[in-house]
């Protein structure tokens, strides 16, 4: 069955510190995976894609890794600001006829307090 | 600047009425969707439409219908809203192919009393 899980389910940390959110997936075939921000009362953004042969990307203050072989990725931020309060959302691409089925994680919730 | 926009952000309908979301994008997307948030899950599919008239059911379709008459306007129905249908409703659409990003409304968010 095609899943994607994300932990922790919800975090809070101090302004400035860093943090790690984690996104295990089983969806086959792969075709890419996001990472979206989903303000409270917004619809998602899309933060970084990264396809098979893609580690890493950096956007910003935002690096996201991708282990296809384990099919694990990670999203790091660095130096948190109180906007990046949030729900982040693990968001894995399969092959579909259509073009890109996506399969959602549930999202970690982050609060970041000052 | 891509633009998704949804009828509504707040709605309150009562058990049995027949609900209208609308949803319309400026970009020429081929594709929209509509999917629903529920705390603790993940967006689920409950419809999609790859072309003009065209759709087709995704995960959860049942208790839904949609419409789409014009390219940049796809409508979700509620034929007869239940309390389980209370939730955040969210709309997207994105150009055909698998690396295109699919970009979302701001959701509205239905209570069925």
């Known amino acids: 069955k095609n899943q994607v899980e994300q932990s922790p389910q919800s975090l809070i940390i101090l302004e400035g510190k860093n943090c790690t959110l984690q996104?295990?997936?089983?969806?086959?075939?792969?075709?890419?995976l996001r990472w979206y921000k989903q303000d409270t009362g917004r619809g998602p953004v899309s933060l970084t894609i990264?396809?098979?042969?893609?580690n890493t990307k950096s956007n910003g203050r935002y690096t996201a890794t991708l282990d296809a072989d384990t099919k694990q990725s990670s999203l790091h931020i660095t130096a948190s600001q109180l906007s990046d309060s949030a729900s982040y959302i693990c968001v894995v691409s399969g092959i579909w006829e259509y073009g890109n089925k996506l399969v959602f994680g549930a999202g970690t919730i982050l609060r970041v307090k000052s | 600047d891509v633009k998704v926009t949804q009828s509504s952000r707040y709605l309150v309908k009562r058990t049995g009425e027949k609900v209208f979301l609308e949803c319309v994008q400026d970009m020429d997307h081929e594709n929209m969707f509509w999917y629903r948030q529920d705390p603790g899950l993940g967006l689920r599919l409950i419809y999609f439409?790859?072309?003009?008239?065209?759709?087709e059911k995704g995960d959860i379709p049942e208790g839904y219908s949609v419409s789409r008459e014009k390219k940049e306007r796809f409508s979700l129905i509620l034929e007869s809203a239940s309390t389980n249908q209370t939730s955040m409703y969210l709309c997207a659409s994105s150009f055909p192919g698998l690396h295109y990003e699919q970009y979302f409304g701001p959701g509205t968010r239905l209570t069925v009393t």
């Open positions: 990264m396809t098979f042969s893609e």
């Open positions: 996104c295990n997936y089983t969806v086959s075939p792969f075709s890419n």
């Open positions: 439409s790859y072309d003009v008239k065209m759709k």
